[in-house]
């Protein structure tokens, strides 16, 4: 990737995490990074061309964090609480390589309008089958119940913590889903 294409999509992620896409204009973009116009559009055909690459990005960069906070768990409790103590983390600002917290990039850009184009909307839906299968992958006992559960639980600490402010829904998590765990499953 050459170094201006890297600027301008690292520049519009963070706006595009920090202000919404809808609200981040292509002048805004140029101003922030100091690239010209032109070369924006040498480098990206449109503004939601831009979004996608994005979101790629972000993609590429939550999956490679959340894969080594998940390495090694020897058992689906330890897995449980790996997970939910780095959600807390983010949750929290410590986790350079996310920035500072503003929710779930793909909730937020999914959920900021219905006109989106669809390839947008289905780049959003990916990331999650994607978080998803790696959560399926680190466990050490898979079990799809369990993984349900986490995904559940994941997802709803995550808006919590953004919408609500409650930064402490991660470690909550922890216990519900430890019991949930070594419950019985629920009748249908």
């Not at 559940?152 to 949930?180: H, M, N, P, W």
Request: a negative charge.
């Amino acid at each position: 990737m050459s170094d201006k294409r890297a600027l301008l999509l690292n520049s519009a992620l963070e706006l595009f995490y920090q202000k919404g896409t809808s609200s981040v204009g292509i002048n805004e973009i140029i101003t922030y990074s100091g690239i010209a116009k032109k070369t924006l559009y040498h480098h990206f055909s449109s503004k939601d061309d831009l979004i996608l690459a994005a979101l790629a990005l972000r993609d590429q960069r939550y999956l490679q964090w959340l894969e080594a906070k998940l390495t090694d768990a020897q058992n689906n409790e330890e897995l449980v609480k790996q997970l939910f103590y780095a959600l807390n983390d983010w949750f929290n600002d410590r986790v350079a390589e996310l920035g500072g917290f503003r929710g779930c990039f793909f909730i937020n850009t999914a959920s900021e309008s219905v006109t989106l184009d669809r390839q947008i909307q289905d780049r959003c839906a990916s990331h999650k089958v994607a978080v998803r299968q790696l959560i399926t992958n680190s466990l050490p006992q898979p079990n799809d119940r369990l993984v349900d559960a986490l995904c559940l639980l994941k997802e709803g600490a995550t808006v919590s913590a953004f919408v609500q402010g409650d930064k402490q829904a991660a470690l909550r998590c922890i216990d519900i889903a430890l019991a949930y765990d070594t419950q019985a499953p629920f009748p249908v």
